[in-house]
C-alpha cells in the first residue's frame, strides 16, 4: 500500500490488492514521445495481443474504434509531481495532475480511442495511440458513444484543441 | 504473471510487474447493480480521494465532465468467459469480452465517462458512475473532446443504443 494512502484518509485498510495481467504488448517503433504531441493522431501501431485471448477479440472488427488502456511502462514509479504545467508550457499556469493528461500520475495508465485499422487474428492494427513501444496492453473496449462521449462537454480556456 | 502469458504468445518475460493504488474510493451506497444497467445514469457518486492528493484536483472543477478508471474489485480474481452474450442477453450473438463492455475481463478496469456535479476539497460529487460502492478509484482524467470523443464512430446493429 502507498505511503500517501497510509498516511492519508484512512483508506488503507480496506483497499484490496491490485495486480495487472498485461494481455499483450505494443509495437510501433515509436521510442520517444514525438514532439509535437499531435504527431502521435497518424502513428499506426500493432497490438499483439496473447494468443490465448485470440477467441475474446471476436467481434472488435465490427467497430470503427476502440479505447485502449495500457501501461506507461517507461514512468512506473516515477514521482509525480502534484502541480504542473499544461503541455510543459512555461507560459500556461500551474494546475493539478488531475485535470491535465499528462502520463506522469499517480497510476500510469493511458487512456487513449483509437481508429481500428484492421484485425487479423491476435493482433489489433490501430492508428493514433499514443503508446511507445513495448508498452503492456490493459485492455481493449469497443468504443461505444452511449458510454464514452459526451457532446455536450465543456473545458477550460487553457485546454489546447 | 497469468498463467494465460506464461503459456501464450511469449510476452510474459519482458512485462514489468504493475501493481496499483488506489488513488481513493467510491461511496453511493450502491451494493448490487441496478437493473436496467441504464438506471446506473442517474446515480450520484462521491469519489473520496486520499487527502494527501487533494492540490492535485487543482483545476478539474473547470471542466463539465470526467473519465473515472476504477477498479471491480468485487470481480478481481473471477474467471473471465473468453466468449458472452452481449447484457447476458440469450438472443444476442455470442462475441469475445473484448467487444463487449462487460465488467469481466482480464483486467477489472473500469472505465466511465461521468458529469463533474461539484469538486469540495479532495471529494468529487460525479453523475453517472458505474461502480460500485467502495470500489477503489485508480484514475481520474479531464474528458477532452480532442482525445476522447469519435464522432465518426460506427458500431454494429447488436449494440444497444
Do not use: C
Not at 484490496?16 to 502521435?40: C, F, Q, T, Y
Not at 500520475?105 to 490501430?126: A, M, S
Amino acid at each position: 500500500m502507498s505511503a500517501a494512502l497510509a498516511g492519508g484518509a484512512g483508506l488503507a485498510e480496506e483497499m484490496p490488492e491490485m495486480v495487472l495481467k498485461a494481455i499483450g504488448v505494443v509495437r510501433n517503433g515509436v521510442h520517444e514521445p514525438p514532439e509535437p504531441r499531435s504527431d502521435w493522431d497518424k502513428v499506426v501501431s500493432e497490438i499483439i495481443v496473447d494468443s490465448s485471448l485470440t477467441e475474446a477479440l471476436d467481434g472488435l472488427e465490427e467497430f470503427s474504434h476502440v479505447i485502449v488502456l495500457y501501461w506507461m511502462h517507461r514512468l512506473a514509479g516515477r514521482e509525480t509531481p502534484l502541480k504542473q504545467r499544461p503541455m510543459g508550457r512555461p507560459d500556461r499556469p500551474l494546475k493539478g495532475l488531475f485535470p491535465l493528461r499528462t502520463p506522469n500520475r499517480p497510476n500510469p495508465i493511458g487512456k487513449t480511442t483509437v481508429r481500428l485499422l484492421e484485425r487479423r487474428g491476435n493482433v489489433l492494427k490501430v492508428e493514433g495511440l499514443d503508446a511507445l513501444d513495448g508498452s503492456p496492453a490493459l485492455d481493449v473496449k469497443p468504443y461505444m458513444p452511449r458510454y464514452d462521449a459526451a457532446p455536450d462537454a465543456e473545458v477550460p480556456s487553457w485546454v489546447a484543441n
